[in-house]
């Protein structure tokens, strides 16, 4: 199917996460992170049952921000499945969201003095070599299991807004990135039926990326893929190969803790439901339906069962 020319994503307008403790994980991500909280909204009715596939579904949403970019954290009542305890990095199931840190001595330490999260990267935060970007990272999992990463970029990698002289904390997010079985079936789908493009592929190994992961692999393939407007987040595949382990063995739920959703912008979202249904796309949400008030809205999963919102861009 021909990218990006009639229907093309947009944006990510900001990332969900579906939490267990709505208050105790705000919390961790405001004192542990610098995120501030923006709102608290109630979702129920039809509308939101409709969205997100679960019949009577009721949530509470905090709306948080970090630089120029949003989180929601989405606590369901009745809860569903908490993040699955043996996950690793290689999972299918796994995604995380990059956190640009203009200091990562000072925003590690900050991290190590709240409790609740634990480790994913092994030894601290990890320099990968220049060969494969020079970034300093390091990867842990929030205190409902969802998986982040702290980012230092070096000079010259990345966008222009994370090098402000004079900036210190956290900055924003940089990406999300999301595990794969196959890359080029996802490449298929972000850039065939979403109209993204692939601006970049590399491969990262070695002990470093090892340690950063948690893991003993071969190494991660990973493609940047790039939505149509610039200068926010991007998203990035990450095919482990041999290493993968197999997903959850059923589908993940939109009250599953698991089931982070990117919310995407898309220029003409009616046509893009039509692509998704050209293409045989998998609806968690009744196709077309539109929510109580603008913008439309609809959640679709990705080959690799990851959940996506798409939404009207304004």
């Not at 690799?304 to 009207?312: A, N, P, T, V």
Request: charged share 20%; proline share 8%; with cysteine.
């Amino acid at each position: 199917m021909n990218g990006a020319a009639s229907s093309p994503t947009t944006a990510i307008r900001r990332i969900a996460l579906t939490v267990r403790d709505l208050e105790g994980t705000a919390a961790f991500y405001r004192d542990a992170l610098g995120f501030s909280r923006l709102a608290t909204i109630r979702h129920e009715g039809t509308a939101f049952a409709r969205l997100t596939g679960l019949p009577g579904a009721r949530a509470t949403a905090a709306v948080m921000q970090l630089g120029a970019e949003e989180i929601e954290l989405v606590a369901f009542e009745p809860a569903g499945r908490a993040y699955p305890a043996d996950s690793t990095a290689a999972d299918p199931l796994f995604q995380h969201f990059a956190i640009v840190v203009a200091d990562m001595a000072a925003a590690y330490a900050n991290l190590v003095r709240h409790p609740g999260h634990s480790a994913i990267s092994t030894g601290g935060p990890q320099h990968l070599p220049p060969n494969t970007g020079g970034v300093t990272a390091y990867k842990f999992r929030d205190p409902e299991g969802h998986p982040l990463e702290l980012s230092q970029l070096p000079p010259g990698i990345g966008a222009d807004r994370w090098h402000h002289p004079g900036r210190h904390g956290c900055l924003g997010i940089d990406h999300s990135a999301v595990g794969v079985a196959s890359t080029a079936r996802a490449v298929a789908f972000y850039t065939g039926v979403l109209g993204m493009a692939v601006t970049a592929r590399l491969t990262n190994s070695g002990a470093e990326q090892d340690r950063l992961d948690g893991l003993h692999a071969e190494g991660v393939r990973i493609t940047v893929i790039e939505p149509g407007r610039p200068n926010g987040p991007h998203l990035e595949l990450l095919d482990y190969g041999a290493a993968a382990r197999p997903a959850t063995p059923s589908p993940l739920r939109a009250d599953d803790v698991a089931a982070t959703r990117l919310v995407l912008e898309a220029a003409d979202l009616p046509g893009l439901v039509g692509r998704l249904v050209a293409a045989g796309g998998s609806f968690v949400s009744q196709r077309g339906m539109r929510t109580e008030a603008p913008p439309d809205a609809v959640v679709v999963r990705d080959p690799d069962g990851h959940l996506l919102q798409l939404l009207q861009q304004p």
